[in-house]
């Protein structure tokens, strides 16, 4: 396995990120999650793809909205994003573009206490029985996270079957969500109550907290799920919601491309072959960021079923098959229906450019 230095105080970029503006030349610097859904990113790194195309990445490990302000303040140039910062793409002066799809996660997930109001629901229950379950119940999940995309188009998705003044809804700094919905639909009965904790404190919270349901991602969500005589998974992304995947995404500053060009198209190439070998080796991109973060993300503790984690050629035919964008416009959609839908101006084509990225994936497949 190849190895890439990352100048040496690798920690304590993983743990405060970088301060300092900009990058010229081949450099980059590059945003990831302390997960496999930035795994991609990892793998170009740790296995010399970024090295082999003439980039030098120095990685920047952090949360999303700490990312996102990096990424947006140019303080780092191309960056992993997860859907609870993804609305950033689509207000009106936004400096950042989605560039590239990573995987079709199916790692959110909605799980019921088996003594609360979700106690009769299955993962075969429909989308009906779910939505009545959720009337009148608590749910927890991190706002801040993919957890705020899967529930706004959880309920999207309920309501789409559920007839007017039946409908469900919620609260989020004094507004009514979803917006779209009539006076006479926001019924007392089906408000269910939302309360934002972070993922990584759900699971020491959930024994004794009164919630009916949470939604969460692993390695939360496998613990819960372990659980079986209090808690039980009942939707997914997969088994309830196949067309409203919202995938994570790559975001670039426009401004440093503008001047960069040639270099993001370089780590571009790096970054599909990233992918192609998440695709093939996942246990070893697993290494990768164990390695990347200087062990402060263990290898074994990251779960790999949990996505289907995107090849080159899958991706092209996503772009062929319209969904590339069709995912683009769900992502969107989901923001449209979450606490920043007031700052949503763009449309989803203008808030993305896969150009490059369609052109990375055919340079690495050798069209």
């Given at each position: 396995m190849k190895k890439f230095s990352l100048f040496g105080a690798l920690a304590a970029v993983a743990v405060l990120g970088v301060t300092s503006c900009g990058s010229s030349g081949s450099n980059v610097k590059v945003g990831l999650h302390a997960n496999l859904g930035a795994g991609a990113g990892y793998s170009a790194i740790n296995q010399g793809f970024m090295k082999d195309e003439g980039i030098t990445a120095e990685a920047v490990v952090g949360d999303g909205p700490s990312l996102a302000t990096q990424v947006i303040a140019n303080q780092i140039q191309v960056s992993f994003m997860g859907g609870g910062v993804a609305w950033n793409y689509f207000t009106e002066n936004s400096d950042i573009k989605i560039v590239a799809?990573?995987?079709?996660?199916?790692?959110?997930?909605?799980?019921?206490?088996?003594?609360?109001?979700?106690?009769?629901?299955?993962?075969?229950?429909?989308?009906?029985?779910?939505?009545?379950?959720?009337?009148?119940?608590?749910?927890?999940?991190?706002?801040?996270?993919?957890?705020?995309?899967?529930?706004?188009?959880?309920?999207?998705?309920?309501?789409?079957?559920?007839?007017?003044?039946?409908?469900?809804?919620?609260?989020?700094?004094?507004?009514?969500?979803?917006?779209?919905?009539?006076?006479?639909?926001?019924v007392a009965a089906n408000e269910v109550k939302v309360e934002n904790v972070k993922n990584t404190n759900i699971s020491t919270s959930a024994q004794t907290a009164k919630w009916d349901f949470v939604i969460a991602f692993a390695p939360v969500a496998?613990?819960?799920?372990?659980?079986?005589?209090?808690?039980?998974?009942?939707?997914?992304?997969?088994?309830?919601?196949?067309?409203?995947?919202?995938?994570?995404?790559?975001?670039?500053?426009?401004?440093?491309?503008?001047?960069?060009?040639?270099?993001?198209?370089?780590?571009?190439?790096?970054?599909?072959?990233?992918?192609?070998?998440?695709?093939?080796?996942?246990?070893?991109?697993?290494?990768?960021?164990?390695?990347v973060t200087a062990g402060q993300v263990a290898a074994d503790s990251l779960t790999t079923d949990i996505a289907v984690w995107l090849s080159a050629e899958q991706q092209l035919e996503l772009d062929s098959s319209g969904k590339m964008m069709k995912y683009v416009e769900n992502i969107r959609n989901g923001q449209l229906a979450g606490a920043n839908a007031d700052k949503i101006v763009k449309s989803a084509k203008d808030a993305c450019d896969f150009s490059y990225w369609i052109e990375a994936c055919k340079t690495v497949l050798g069209k």
């Open positions: 799809l990573d995987n079709l996660t199916d790692d959110d997930r909605l799980i019921a206490r088996t003594s609360g109001k979700g106690a009769n629901l299955t993962i075969s229950s429909s989308l009906e029985d779910i939505g009545e379950a959720l009337k009148g119940s608590t749910v927890a999940l991190d706002q801040t996270a993919t957890p705020a995309t899967f529930w706004t188009s959880l309920v999207t998705e309920i309501n789409k079957v559920l007839e007017p003044g039946d409908k469900i809804w919620y609260k989020q700094d004094d507004a009514k969500l979803p917006e779209g919905l009539t006076d006479a639909d926001y496998t613990q819960l799920e372990k659980d079986t005589a209090n808690w039980k998974t009942v939707c997914k992304t997969s088994t309830h919601m196949a067309d409203s995947y919202a995938p994570s995404t790559w975001a670039v500053n426009t401004t440093w491309l503008k001047d960069n060009e040639e270099t993001f198209k370089k780590f571009m190439v790096a970054l599909v072959k990233g992918m192609n070998y998440r695709n093939q080796h996942v246990a070893e991109t697993c290494k990768d960021i164990e390695a």
